[in-house]
């Protein structure tokens, strides 16, 4: 085993602790995440749009502003057992947070559309302090925004094109405890909150034909961040960086209305983990995001909303070796296989795959409508075991998430 074994972490986003496909958010609005988190290949309401595919922006006439959150609400748990020790599965304690969102869509000309929202995006976290020691009194939160300033042009009465700007805010904050297996000396390895800003773009494509077949493409850069002084993975006092690169996305996705008052959409994702700086050396997987989610209004002011969403973990178990040595960027001591499965499945327990959706939107005014939206994560668990005897982590995420938003047109 090499020296500075990890039974620490790093996670969660914007306050909050959450998991879904890889550390992202399903979808942004609760209209978006009513419906599987599609967005991509049809519109599905002013402010996702930004996040989504701002190119859908110009469907959205005059001045549109939406503000709203998520009650998020994970259940969490690890198990581990290190050098043959009995061991006991423990609930991470972070288990309510709030995801805020807000955007604005404004008309500037029957051509041109500009829209600005700010969201939480990514992220998770743990907190197991008073729990199993080995589990490291563990508390740790990986916290990413995007600030989103976005133009989309009308090229004709089918195809919009735009371009977005991707302002980036991380924090992070490994509150871990490390041991040495040889001679016994532990130390509290986190550095305290680190703070960093990055940037990134955006392009996407919408085609809508007639309102009946709507189609979109939009591709998102990856946005480097580096936290400064965030662990000491040797003890050696000195607090090292940790690189860690948001993934590039490409999406497409595709819609119809059948009839005025029913529309369906499907959208495909691939997120990049295994180029990304920091999640590659971790050994996450790409993944493939197949969202789909459909609307039905019953009378005219009621919208009622399902979908479904699906992407395999990230984070794989299995057999790992507890010998050789993997490089994280900007840090000292190297890990091994197992020494990494025990990071990601204790402390970055991204691994839910199945989502089911429902959601309600009701307009009250010309003016004026909310939208609520339901989901339920399905509970994973994934499991590694070192290749000699004496060796094993798991982890198991289940989660459950209402999302409100308040909207206003003019």
């Not at 969201?119 to 740790?140: A, C, E, I, Q």
Request: hydrophobic share 40%; aromatic share 12%.
């Amino acid at each position: 085993m090499k020296r500075g074994f990890l039974v620490g972490v790093l996670l969660a986003s914007v306050g909050l602790s959450f998991a879904t496909n890889g550390d992202n958010l399903i979808g942004v609005s609760p209209a978006s995440r009513g419906m599987g988190g599609i967005g991509v290949g049809m519109p599905i309401g002013p402010s996702d749009t930004i996040f989504r595919n701002p190119a859908w922006m110009t469907n959205y006439k005059g001045f549109n502003l939406s503000f709203g959150g998520i009650l998020f609400m994970p259940e969490v748990k690890a198990k581990a057992t290190l050098f043959g020790t009995s061991s006991r599965k423990e609930t991470s304690q972070a288990k309510t947070f709030v995801v805020p969102e807000v955007g604005i869509v404004h008309q500037i000309n029957d051509k041109l559309f500009f829209g600005i929202g700010a969201f939480g995006v990514s992220g998770m976290g743990v907190d197991y302090r008073n729990k199993d020691p080995m589990l490291s009194n563990m508390h740790t939160s990986l916290q990413f925004m995007r600030v989103i300033p976005a133009l989309a042009y009308k090229v004709n009465d089918a195809l919009s094109i735009s371009g977005a700007l991707h302002l980036a805010y991380g924090s992070l904050d490994m509150g871990a405890r490390l041991c040495d297996p040889i001679t016994g000396n532990c130390w509290n390895a986190g550095g305290g909150q680190s703070q960093t800003y990055g940037i990134g773009f955006q392009v996407g494509v919408a085609y809508n034909m007639g309102n009946f077949v709507y189609a979109g493409l939009t591709y998102q850069s990856p946005v480097s961040m580096t936290y400064k002084r965030v662990f000491d993975s040797n003890n050696d006092r000195m607090f090292e960086d940790l690189k860690l690169t948001q993934p590039q996305e490409v999406a497409f996705g595709v819609g119809v209305r059948p009839l005025d008052n029913f529309k369906v959409g499907l959208d495909i994702r691939w997120i990049n983990w295994s180029d990304a700086k920091g999640y590659k050396e971790f050994q996450w997987k790409d993944q493939w995001v197949f969202a789909v989610g459909g609307e039905y209004k019953p009378i005219p002011k009621l919208a009622l909303r399902a979908g479904y969403n699906y992407a395999k973990s990230p984070i794989r178990g299995g057999v790992k070796n507890v010998a050789n040595a993997n490089n994280i960027p900007n840090l000292a001591a190297p890990f091994s296989d197992f020494q990494i499965a025990y990071f990601n499945l204790v402390g970055f327990p991204a691994v839910t795959e199945h989502h089911i959706t429902l959601g309600v939107g009701y307009e009250f005014t010309p003016n004026f409508s909310v939208d609520l939206a339901y989901k339920h994560a399905f509970k994973k668990t994934v499991s590694a075991t070192g290749n000699v005897p004496g060796f094993s982590v798991e982890g198991s995420n289940a989660q459950n998430a209402i999302s409100v938003g308040l909207n206003w047109k003019f």
